[in-house]
């Protein structure tokens, strides 16, 4: 079956690191992506992995390695704005077909 | 510019009404339409994609249909609501952002 697998909850301080992680367990892979949703908002995009490393946003990165089926996206710098659940999400197939979504991280930010 | 609307933003709605969200896409042509249903703290459940006019793939049997009349239009439709029908609603559309899905603002409904 698919299953992505995260941590319901994270909290963290103003100006420290994170990492969510999410492991992954589907009949393909297409890419893992990230998204952010504020409470009562539509997710937004924030990352994508094809290949295994990492890939650097601003204050955000998204690491990939595919021989473990795992990824983590890493924020640094918390900020309170970043208080939000965040979502990992794979394609098995190439465009076309949908995104499957992790039950998502719930990141609180504390001053 | 390219652009997704998705209305309404949010519905109340009896047990055993029907049901009709549209979402529609600007700016481009023959885009990939998912309709997605989040419930209360959970993650989002894929209901139906689209890769064109009258193609329609379902993912989860249930009390609902979805259609694609134009190009750009997205409907996802019930005959009959159940409580369970509850949850928030949302429309994406992969094409604008590279490998990543670009989600309409979402319908909150409440089935009473």
């Known amino acids: 079956g698919q299953s992505l697998e995260q941590p319901s909850e994270v909290t963290a301080v103003e100006g420290a690191i994170v990492q969510i992680n999410c492991t992954y367990q589907t009949s393909g892979f297409y890419g893992l992506s990230w998204y952010q949703q504020h409470d009562g908002g539509a997710p937004t995009f924030l990352s994508y992995n094809a290949l295994d490393g990492l890939e650097e946003t601003g204050r955000f990165s998204s690491f990939l390695s595919r021989s473990d089926s795992y990824g983590y996206l890493l924020l640094q710098e918390l900020q309170m704005k970043d208080s939000a659940s965040y979502f990992c999400a794979v394609r098995e197939n190439q465009a076309g077909t949908a995104l499957i979504f992790g039950k998502g991280t719930t990141l609180s930010v504390s001053s | 510019s390219q652009t997704i609307h998705q209305w309404p933003a949010t519905l109340v709605q009896p047990v055993g009404s029907p049901l009709s969200l549209e979402c529609t896409v600007e700016?481009?042509?023959?885009?990939?339409l998912y309709w997605y249903r989040q419930a209360a703290g959970r993650g989002l459940q894929l209901l139906f994609y689209s890769v064109g006019i009258g193609q329609i793939s379902s993912e989860v049997p249930q009390n609902l249909s979805a259609s694609r009349p134009q190009d750009r239009q997205f409907i996802l439709s019930s005959k009959k609501l159940l409580l369970s029908d509850s949850g928030f609603y949302l429309c994406?559309?992969?094409?604008?952002?590279?490998?990543?899905?670009?989600f309409g603002s979402g319908t909150r409904l409440t089935v009473v």
């Open positions: 700016g481009t042509s023959n885009p990939n």
């Open positions: 994406a559309w992969d094409g604008q952002i590279n490998y990543g899905y670009t």
